[in-house]
């Protein structure tokens, strides 16, 4: 049974940092491209951020590049997302999502698996 559990979300102030990570369980890791998407109350999900599967290609949204850093450990079977210079538009649910290839993938339909999805807020 394929679990993807995410932690590390809370409340933080405009300008500060997280990091959220979602760790895997009943898969091969390594074998999964990974992404996290995003979504706000009243919008639909949307996509944040990519890896593929080695680690070696990454793809962000344009609203985070340059402040959010999509990472992966295939030894702990864990996917991180380092969000810096939160905004509030920043606020939302944040899911992880497994899809089993070797690239990087955007779209919501690509991915296989999802988890529960874990709260961030950001106050301004």
């Known amino acids: 049974q394929v679990q993807l559990v995410e932690s590390g979300g809370g409340l933080v102030q405009a300008g500060g940092s997280l990091r959220v990570s979602c760790a895997a369980s009943?898969?091969?890791?390594?074998?999964?491209?990974m992404g996290w998407f995003r979504q706000a109350p009243g919008k639909e999900r949307e996509f944040v951020a990519a890896?593929?599967?080695?680690?070696?290609?990454?793809y962000y949204a344009d609203s985070v590049k340059g402040r959010f850093t999509i990472s992966r450990d295939n030894a702990k079977n864990t996917v991180y997302l380092q969000m810096n210079n939160l905004k509030p538009e920043d606020t939302a649910v944040y899911y992880c999502?497994?899809?089993?290839?070797?690239?990087?993938?955007?779209?919501?339909?690509?991915?296989?698996?999802w988890g529960q999805g874990t709260q961030v807020t950001v106050s301004s």
């Open positions: 999502a497994a899809k089993l290839g070797i690239y990087y993938y955007t779209a919501v339909l690509d991915y296989n698996y």
């Open positions: 009943g898969l091969s890791f390594s074998r999964y491209a």
């Open positions: 890896i593929a599967y080695s680690g070696g290609r990454t």
